[in-house]
């Protein structure tokens, strides 16, 4: 076998594959490739949100990055993460320390939650990538690559090395001002796990790699459906059917998307006060207790003069979930009423939304990193309180109404309203 023309094939077939057209997947718009713009962008022509990217994008760089950051993972996950020296005892903890402390302390949802957030889904995130973008390499084609990588995708946003990443620095710059604190070779290796995972998010171009599993129709046609997970564009048939190309169920629009997306909106709404009035943890020092809620944790923060980690935390615990709050009653005010303004803002918002909402973890992963260090009979425990549990269940909540949520629906709300 020649290698050189097996390597020129696959770069031909990456870098030039055939393009054809593609359904948007905030609009519904289905609509023939254009040429990229000079920034190296391609928009969608009706709602403006990024089609594909060709700068900086690569197979091979997304396929190395992937192997680095599942590599990296073991190493991350088995070496410890940090030791502190409390009164000549030393203890030391892993990644899947917290778990273990949150199941003993009678937590074991929230415990369950975290250890797939945190250790779990990030093997199969990483190492499926590799798989597939590997077998891609390698020349192979087929449905059941297209099965795979939509379920990779759907995991991506629950899978959160680098949400850990910051989570743990955080921890660490609670524990280190109160007991002599070291870093150990795990967290090194959670750092480069958590670059490389970026890197794979900037370099994997998802749409080029889609087409590289199957076609999509050569050019748009009046009534065509699009499929929301590979944005296959598909003759009106397959409403209601399964796509061809990732399996995914394709809808022209998705059934009760408001109802549902406003059930679980609803019901992490029911949590927020829970999340936000009680304690995070009780910090038990020689008999005195001290508890934090996410606002007195903000607050220390900036007393130890931590300004950005308190904005971090300040921004991802109350300002993204409050902002998911007010997008989802608005998108559903806007479907409700079939509105047609705004509609590339709150198209734009949604997509935002669905990017930042899993930073919301921070301050519950703060708590899984120096929960199991903070311990020493008699003398220091830190224990639990009801808003962490409160608190994860409202950002995983909001996460799933925003996935449930079509924002085609905005769309469609709008024409059917210029139809009428
Ligand atoms: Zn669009
Ligand atoms: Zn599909």
Not at 50 to 56: C, K, Q
Request: with cysteine; net charge positive; glycine share 8%.
């Amino acid at each position: 076998m020649q290698i050189g023309a097996w390597l020129r094939g696959s770069r031909d077939a990456v870098s030039n594959p055939p393009r054809g057209a593609v359904a948007c997947p905030d609009c519904g718009a289905v609509q023939a490739l254009r040429a990229f713009d000079t920034h190296g962008f391609l928009h969608c022509y009706r709602c403006a949100s990024p089609l594909e990217r060709m700068r900086g994008r690569s197979l091979d760089a997304a396929l190395a990055c992937s192997l680095a950051t599942f590599l990296l993972l073991w190493p991350a996950n088995i070496l410890p993460l940090l030791s502190v020296d409390i009164l000549g005892a030393r203890r030391s903890s892993v990644i899947a320390s917290g778990v273990g402390t949150l199941w003993h302390q009678d937590w074991p949802l929230t415990a369950i939650a975290v250890a797939i957030e945190i250790v779990i889904l990030p093997f199969f995130r990483y190492g499926g990538l590799v798989v597939v973008l590997g077998l891609l390499r390698a020349g192979v084609r087929g449905p059941a690559l297209g099965r795979a990588l939509r379920w990779i995708e759907t995991i991506d946003q629950w899978a959160m090395p680098d949400v850990f990443l910051f989570g743990g620095f955080i921890g660490y710059s609670r524990v280190a001002p109160f007991v002599p604190t070291r870093i150990g070779g795990g967290a090194y290796c959670l750092i480069a796990a958590a670059f490389f995972s970026m890197v794979t998010r900037a370099t994997f171009e998802r749409r080029a790699t889609w087409r590289l599993i199957g076609p999509s129709a050569e050019r748009p046609e009046p009534g065509m459906v699009g499929c929301q997970h590979c944005d296959a564009a598909l003759p009106a048939r397959y409403d209601g059917a399964r796509c061809p190309r990732c399996a995914g169920p394709v809808f022209y629009s998705r059934p009760a998307t408001v109802a549902r997306s406003l059930a679980f909106t609803v019901a992490g709404l029911v949590l927020y006060p829970i999340a936000y009035l009680y304690p995070m943890e009780a910090n038990d020092r020689l008999d005195s207790l001290h508890p934090y809620s996410i606002m007195t944790g903000v607050m220390r923060l900036v007393d130890a003069h931590m300004v950005f980690f308190a904005a971090v935390v300040f921004v991802a615990s109350i300002v993204i979930p409050f902002l998911k709050l007010f997008a989802l009653a608005w998108f559903a005010i806007s479907v409700h009423t079939r509105s047609n303004r705004r509609l590339r803002l709150k198209t734009r918002l949604y997509r935002m939304i669905v990017t930042i909402g899993r930073w919301s973890h921070i301050d519950v992963f703060t708590v899984a990193v120096f929960l199991p260090l903070m311990h020493l009979r008699g003398f220091l425990a830190v224990s639990v309180g009801w808003a962490l549990p409160a608190f994860l269940a409202v950002v995983i909540l909001t996460m799933v109404a925003t996935d449930l949520f079509d924002p085609r629906a905005m769309w469609r709300a709008a024409e059917a309203a210029d139809d009428g």
